[in-house]
């Protein structure tokens, strides 16, 4: 039977290279088990995994939902969609939800008739600017509506395209930076992993 470490009949240089070998498999165990984010088999699911299928299959889930809530975090465009429900978080506090959340940190804008009405510069700069502009369009998608997911698309680059009812739609455009997360889908109340993009394509982790 042929054994699997190395034998003591061969010379140095094999038993050397046997050596650096298993020393290497122990170490890509150590690093799934301790960081699974570290592990290369995360770098080879990106090319299994189909972005844009695996967007659209996630954000079918508001087709037919309404936006019922617009805020932000600092520069982040966040959205809440379906019936909204209080919720705790850990401080106690008591905040509104709605049955799935998308927050947005890369490029946005929203369109009506071809023209972007609003984008992600509207939310940088001083806060009262950014608050203004987080309530001009809480009014336009939720006071005035609300607009109601009429469809949803993505693409390979880690975009998304959601039609809105009322000639509206919103558009999610990454900035491919690595590393950088670009937006995340969520149930905000679960504690089910989010689905992450983040430099472009599926964080892999989000998919475990």
Same mark, same amino acid.
């Given at each position: ?108 804008? @929203?369109?009506?008739? %071809? ?10 700069? $001083? !806060? *009262?600017?950014?608050? #203004? ?28 395209? @959601?039609?809105?009812? %009322? ?10 930076? $690595? !590393? *950088?997360?670009?937006? #995340? ?24």
């Amino acid at each position: 039977m042929t054994s699997l470490f190395p034998a003591p009949h061969l010379d140095v240089r094999e038993r050397r290279h046997g050596h650096f070998f298993w020393q290497s498999v122990r170490k890509s165990i150590y690093l799934h088990i301790e960081s699974p984010r570290m592990f290369d088999a995360d770098r080879w699911n990106y090319r299994m995994i189909n972005t844009r299928d695996e967007i659209e299959r996630r954000l079918s889930a508001v087709e037919g939902l309404p936006i019922s809530a617009v805020h932000h975090a600092a520069g982040t465009l966040t959205m809440q969609f379906g019936s909204l429900r209080p919720v705790a978080n850990f401080k106690g506090a008591i905040r509104h939800v709605g049955e799935w959340s998308l927050h947005v940190q890369c490029n946005w804008k @929203i369109e009506q008739a %071809g023209s972007a009405i609003a984008t992600q510069d509207d939310l940088f700069g $001083p !806060d *009262e600017k950014a608050h #203004r502009s987080a309530q001009r369009i809480d009014d336009l998608l939720v006071k005035q509506g609300p607009a109601i997911v009429k469809g949803v698309s993505g693409s390979e680059e880690g975009g998304a395209d @959601i039609l809105l009812s %009322g000639g509206l739609r919103l558009v999610i455009s990454p900035n491919s930076a $690595p !590393d *950088e997360e670009d937006w #995340r889908f969520f149930d905000p109340t679960s504690d089910t992993k989010h689905f992450i993009i983040e430099g472009g394509k599926v964080d892999p982790w989000s998919l475990s």
